[in-house]
Nanobody, 124 residues
Framework: QVQLVESGGRLVKAGGSLRLSCAAS????????MGWFRQAAGKEREFVAA????????DYADSVKGRFTISRDNAKNILYLQMNTLEPEDTAVYYC?????????????????WGQGTQVTVSS
């Protein structure tokens, strides 16, 4: 099994930046493709970004492309999401997810493991 714990969420002003982290344990981190999803109040959980096992293949949702950067440090078993130029529409609970394999997935049903989420609130 894989355990995932997100951290770094907080209240920030519009236009600001924030870096989320996801610490993984339980299995070999480098064997898993990883993703970030978010869920705003009253809405469905949506795809944000994904990265494959080597970091050589990355996908972003159109809504965050050019503003967010996903990365991973396999030596430290940590997944990151650097968020810049934040907007109120980015307000959501952000979840880290993992699936065993070597390719990225944009569909949330493909992921087997999920963290508890971390709240990001962007004020106007």
């Amino acid at each position: 099994q894989v355990q995932l714990v997100e951290s770094g969420g907080r209240l920030v002003k519009a236009g600001g930046s924030l870096r989320l982290s996801c610490a993984a344990s339980g299995r070999t981190f480098s064997s898993y493709a990883m993703g970030w999803f978010r869920q705003a109040a009253g809405k469905e959980r949506e795809f944000v970004a994904a990265i494959n096992w080597s970091g050589g293949s990355i996908d972003y949702a159109d809504s965050v492309k050019g503003r967010f950067t996903i990365s991973r440090d396999n030596a430290k078993n940590i997944l990151y999401l650097q968020m810049n130029t934040l907007e109120p529409e980015d307000t959501a609970v952000y979840y880290c997810a993992a699936v065993y394999g070597y390719r990225t997935y944009l569909i949330r049903d493909k992921y087997d493991y999920w963290g508890q989420g971390t709240q990001v609130t962007v004020s106007s």
